[in-house]
């Protein structure tokens, strides 16, 4: 029986979700709910492709029409996700959702198609982003054993934090995450989420997502989005106070984080995607973990050339430093319609 390959339909959903958390390269971004969030939030056209054999489910690839001034109009898989691409159970299936993919992209007349891939084996055709890597820790209910996996000089300052005054709150009220998280990325000159972007995504996630807040000295000093998928916990989106950074609330939160996942049955800490050389790359560094290259692809249709969209990109140096020294409040308004441009 031959594959046959199409786009989602309202009533695939159960099967596609079922097949996204049982698939080995699976993440939460192959999931619905992403593809709610992100509807509910940017407004892109999802173009989800799936491929059948029979009745049974063979391949799945969450994908995103965008269009704006700056990527012109682009099928990305998937935006403001570290992973996406072709989950299959077979080549067949997934060269068949590909070619899909391929032809649609020249009808659409995109200027490229981006597969966000995690894992070599997903690939079809060649990476040719090999900017980022991933960090990824096994972790137990041994708080000792978890400290012990991380290096001498992280370790100590993980050890000087833990003899601070810190706790943990886990909420749903986004303000202070918020807060801290829009200020950290007006210090990197990248524009803030909007609200109902990470509403949407606690919504969607609902039962495995939450938001962490670290206070010390009664103020909230770091917080941290998280996803929890199968055995792994992804932190995701998180800030930390520079003010105080003389108490390491980075390395107590992702710590603390670390052992309580340990202590509640997950096994792996997935630390997500840093550029290579950039600062979040070196913090990660110092952890430990095992780096893994993610092995992105992007099939050029009208473009080209490859794109660079990354803050690393030399065109982005000054309206990266303009940004930086525009008032919280102004980044907090404009940052939601600018950010929509780089998925």
Same mark, same amino acid.
């Given at each position: @029986? ?13 099967? *596609?979700?079922?097949?996204?958390? #049982?698939?080995?390269? %699976? ?6 709910? *992403? ?38 109009? #682009? ?45 070599? %084996? ?12 991933? /960090?990824?820790? #096994? ?44 200020? =950290?990325?007006?210090?990197? %000159? ?14 969607n996630f609902k039962g ?6 670290? *206070? ?5 000093? #770091? ?5 929890? /998928? ?13 003010? /105080? =950074? ?6 107590? @939160?992702? /710590?603390?984080?670390?052992? *309580? ?10 630390f997500g995607r840093s ?13 430990? @973990? ?17 794109? =660079?969209?990354?803050?690393? =990109? ?22 939601? @319609? ?6």
């Amino acid at each position: @029986m031959s594959v046959v390959v199409r786009e989602l339909a309202p009533a695939d959903c159960a099967n *596609w979700d079922a097949f996204a958390g #049982a698939h080995p390269h %699976g993440s939460p971004f192959h999931l619905q709910a *992403w593809r709610r969030s992100i509807e509910e939030s940017f407004g892109y056209k999802s173009c989800y492709v799936l491929a059948l054999e029979g009745d049974r489910l063979r391949a799945v690839l969450p994908l995103f029409l965008v269009r704006n001034v700056l990527v012109k109009k #682009a099928l990305i898989s998937s935006p403001f996700a570290v992973y996406g691409g072709i989950l299959a159970d077979s080549s067949e299936a997934a060269t068949a959702v590909y070619e899909y993919v391929r032809k649609k992209a020249h009808a659409l007349g995109v200027q490229y198609v981006e597969l966000r891939n995690a894992h070599a %084996g997903m690939c079809v055709g060649e990476p040719n982003i090999l900017r980022y890597v991933t /960090f990824t820790q #096994a972790i137990g209910p041994s708080e000792e054993a978890i400290l012990e996996a991380i290096p001498r000089k992280t370790r100590y300052m993980v050890r000087k934090a833990l003899k601070h005054d810190y706790s943990c709150r886990v909420t749903e009220d986004l303000t202070h995450f918020e807060a801290l998280y829009s200020e =950290n990325l007006r210090r990197l %000159g990248t524009p803030s989420f909007p609200h109902r972007y990470f509403a949407s995504l606690l919504r969607n996630f609902k039962g495995s997502i939450d938001v962490r807040e670290y *206070w010390l000295h009664d103020r909230p000093v #770091a917080a941290v989005l998280s996803f929890y /998928f199968r055995d792994q916990v992804l932190p995701y989106y998180g800030a930390a106070d520079p003010a /105080f =950074n003389t108490f390491s609330p980075s390395n107590f @939160m992702y /710590f603390d984080l670390m052992r *309580w996942a340990g202590r509640n049955g997950y096994s792996a800490f997935d630390f997500g995607r840093s550029k290579k050389g950039s600062g979040s790359y070196e913090f990660k560094v110092h952890w430990g @973990m095992q780096e893994r290259e993610l092995p992105y692809e992007m099939l050029l249709v009208r473009r080209k050339s490859l794109p =660079n969209f990354s803050p690393q =990109n030399p065109s982005y140096q000054l309206p990266i430093r303009i940004w930086q020294k525009l008032p919280l409040g102004v980044t907090r308004a404009l940052g939601p @319609m600018l950010v929509r441009l780089v998925p």
